[in-house]
T-cell receptor, first 113, second 113 residues
Framework: DTAVSQTPKYLVTQMGNDKSIKCEQN?????MYWYKQDSKKFLKIMFS???????INETVPNRFSPKSPDKAHLNLHINSLELGDSAVYFC????????????FGPGTRLTVL | GNSVTQMEGPVTLSEEAFLTINCTYT??????LFWYVQYPGEGLQLLLK?????DKGSNKGFEATYRKETTSFHLEKGSVQVSDSAVYFC????????????FGAGTRLFVKA
């Protein structure tokens, strides 16, 4: 009964490949997020969806494309992977967009070789 | 824009020592303030929060008080344990700022037995 789950947990791939990370939450939350955490633990927001609508779209390369088929799922697709994409990617959800606790998934460690 | 500044780590303490991790913020309006903790290999989880000035958030022996006059939300614990070793993130969510939760850079805490 995991609240926020992500698959896969680890992803090792070659430069230039395309990969997807899936996220699902069973908390009934309306808002979901993708964050990127670098090797120094710095956490950067990438995208946020509220009821399947994109509300935050930070300055990330357009090789990154989020997709929300329903409000319980937010997937992240990455085209033409680069070395600098190596990081841990966290999915999170919250009940509302503002002022509420965010629940994080366990993370997906992406390594681009 | 809104921002969060927290003390650089790592912080290394002996078990039962007193802990303070400083956090200051810049925000327009009245933000909600949070401390999140990230244990090794896991996602972030909420440790405590405060939503208005002079509120004190507390959990698991940790405390932080929302100080508007000094724009601070310092994290304290009277007696740390080895199991408190983790990365701690200060964060804010404000009505201004485009619905984003702003995270500090994180402070790594090591507690020695």
């Amino acid at each position: 009964d995991t609240a926020v789950s992500q698959t896969p947990k680890y992803l090792v791939t070659q430069m230039g490949n395309d990969k997807s990370i899936k996220c699902e939450q069973n908390l009934g939350h309306d808002t979901m997020y993708w964050y990127k955490q670098d090797s120094k633990k710095f956490l950067k927001i990438m995208f946020s969806y509220n009821n399947k609508e994109l509300i935050i779209n930070e300055t990330v390369p357009n090789r990154f494309s989020p997709k929300s088929p329903d409000k319980a799922h937010l997937n992240l697709h990455i085209n033409s992977l680069e070395l600098g994409d190596s990081a841990v990617y966290f999915c999170a959800s919250s009940r509302e967009v503002l002022g509420n606790e965010q629940f994080f998934g366990p993370g997906t460690r992406l390594t681009v070789l | 824009g809104n921002s969060v500044t927290q003390m650089e780590g790592p912080v290394t303490l002996s078990e039962e020592a007193f802990l303070t991790i400083n956090c200051t913020y810049t925000a327009t309006g009245y933000p909600s303030l949070f401390w999140y903790v990230q244990y090794p290999g896991e996602g972030l989880q909420l440790l405590l929060k405060a939503t208005k000035a002079d509120d004190k958030g507390s959990n698991k022996g940790f405390e932080a008080t929302y100080r508007k006059e000094t724009t601070s939300f310092h994290l304290e614990k009277g007696s740390v344990q080895v199991s408190d070793s983790a990365v701690y993130f200060c964060a804010l969510s404000a009505p201004t700022g485009g619905f984003k939760t702003i995270f500090g850079a994180g402070t790594r805490l090591f507690v020695k037995a």
